[in-house]
């Protein structure tokens, strides 16, 4: 059975840094690309980031590129997002979730969430 | 970016009764069309992908249809335990996954 599970998420000031991780079980993992999904409160969905098997490649949307990053550490079957230079507009819960197909054709299986706040 | 637009924003019937849910791109994207279900405070969960392929376990009450940029997710028999919003995605744009506004089908 494929798990994921993320941890990491809390209360931050504007500014501030966070890392979050998410911990996968059930399946080969550094076999597959990973990505992160936020959700802001109340609101819809939006992809953050990729990274796929071997961690050579990765991926961010333009509203976190340059200040979140992506890594996996695929010898402890987790993936990371290193958040820097936090914006309330970055209040969401973030799901980790797993591809199907080298290019991520569809995002399979989630986890539950991590809520990150962001405020003074 | 390629812009999912779903309709309606949400809707309301009866157990029993056929749902459609329409989902519109705004330029071609095949039949790289997926589709979410997500329960109140849960995280949303893979139904439908490649425009009409049913995932694993999810009921055949669950249909997809669709290529190009007009796409349809139908609900044969509303039951209680489809309460939910539904989201169809985009994966056909290299490197920028979108998803649509959502769905929230309620009873």
């Known amino acids: 059975e494929v798990q994921l599970l993320e941890s990491g998420g809390g209360l931050v000031h504007p500014g501030g840094s966070l890392r979050l991780s998410c911990a996968a079980s059930g399946f080969t993992f550094s076999n597959f690309v990973m990505s992160w999904v936020r959700q802001a409160p109340g609101k819809g969905l939006e992809w953050v980031s990729n990274?796929?098997?071997?961690?050579?490649?990765?991926y961010y949307a333009d509203s976190v590129k340059g200040r979140f990053t992506v890594s996996r550490d695929n010898s402890k079957n987790t993936l990371f997002l290193q958040m820097n230079s936090l914006r309330a507009e970055d209040t969401a819960v973030y799901y980790c979730a797993k591809c199907l197909g080298t290019r991520c054709n569809v995002f399979d299986y989630w986890g539950q969430g991590t809520l990150v706040t962001v405020s003074s | 970016d390629i812009q999912m637009t779903q309709s309606p924003s949400s809707l309301s019937a009866s157990v029993g009764d056929r749902v459609t849910i329409t989902c519109r791109a705004s330029?071609?994207?095949?039949?790289?069309l997926n589709w979410y279900q997500q329960k109140p405070g849960k995280a949303p969960k893979l139904l439908i992908y490649a425009a009409s392929t049913l995932h694993s376990g999810v009921s055949s009450r669950f249909s997809g249809s669709g290529s190009g940029t007009d796409f349809t997710l139908t609900i044969s028999s509303l039951q209680p335990e489809d309460i939910a919003t539904y989201y169809c995605?985009?994966?056909?744009?290299?490197?920028?996954?979108?998803f649509g506004q959502g769905t929230k089908v309620e009873i």
């Open positions: 990274i796929n098997g071997n961690a050579g490649s990765t």
């Open positions: 330029q071609s994207v095949t039949s790289y």
């Open positions: 995605q985009q994966s056909y744009s290299s490197l920028t996954w979108t």
